[in-house]
């Protein structure tokens, strides 16, 4: 067990709509990463905060967006779903923002039908 | 754009020594290089990081040559439970991350 808690681990949705992915990071971790993990294009950083604050982006695309709560927990918005979008989806905590010794969680598994 | 190619594949045998080898471009000599262990319906799990040369850990070494072009993920003695998939993640300027294709690692008895 990682420390890192992610719900749902399932999420079958239909194209069109939007889901909210929630992620609680180990105790005392600040920052929170988000990646997508697909067969086609394998693991993909999204983005990542620390503190509460936005402090990397990658391959995320403007119909998904992040934040990360007081509380440290944060969510992943996925909007205006299509089926490319089905993917595992996964949340890493680490104390620093710049270190990569991440903790991940076992992941969402998003499918879009 | 950054390019992080990996083996897609390796054999090996129980006992045996393991490299793993990520090739990667324009790393400056603060980048990071990480290495993350999959095994299936799992997410990946931290074997071991760097940005010098060698480093070492109780179940790995990371090594990065001179020219820092590639890295190279080494496991001691591998065992039936090392079967997994291998990622290597290259941190750029602290703030952009990529990940190889990942290698799997099959052990065989």
């Known amino acids: 067990d990682s420390g890192v808690t992610q719900t749902p681990k399932h999420l079958i949705t239909a194209t069109g709509q939007r889901v909210t992915l929630r992620c609680s990071p180990r105790?005392?971790?600040?920052?929170v990463y988000w990646y997508q993990q697909s067969l086609d294009q394998g693991l993909q950083f999204l983005i990542q905060?620390?503190?509460?604050?936005?402090?990397a982006k990658g391959n995320i695309l403007e119909r998904f967006s992040a934040q990360q709560f007081p509380d440290l927990h944060s969510e992943l918005n996925l909007s205006s779903l299509e089926l490319g979008d089905s993917a595992l989806y996964f949340c890493?905590?680490?104390?620093?923002?710049?270190?990569?010794?991440?903790?991940f969680g076992q992941g969402t598994r998003l499918t879009v039908v | 754009l950054a390019k992080t190619t990996q083996p897609i594949s390796m054999d090996s045998y129980e006992g045996q020594e393991v490299n793993i080898t990520c090739s990667h471009n324009?790393?400056?000599?603060?980048?990071?290089i990480t290495w993350y262990q999959q095994f299936p319906s799992q997410g990946p799990r931290f074997i071991i990081q760097?940005?010098?040369t060698k480093v070492t850990n109780e179940v790995a070494s990371l090594f990065i040559p001179a020219d820092r072009k590639s890295s190279t993920l080494s496991l001691p003695r591998v065992s039936l439970s090392d079967t997994a998939v291998y990622y290597c993640?290259?941190?750029?300027?602290?703030?952009?991350?990529?990940f190889g294709s990942g290698t799997k690692l099959n052990v065989k008895p």
């Open positions: 905060y620390y503190n509460g604050e936005e402090r």
């Open positions: 760097g940005y010098k």
């Open positions: 324009n790393i400056a000599t603060n980048d990071y």
């Open positions: 105790s005392g971790d600040l920052s």
């Open positions: 890493a905590s680490s104390v620093g923002q710049g270190v990569t010794e991440a903790f």
């Open positions: 993640l290259v941190l750029y300027n602290f703030n952009k991350f990529y």
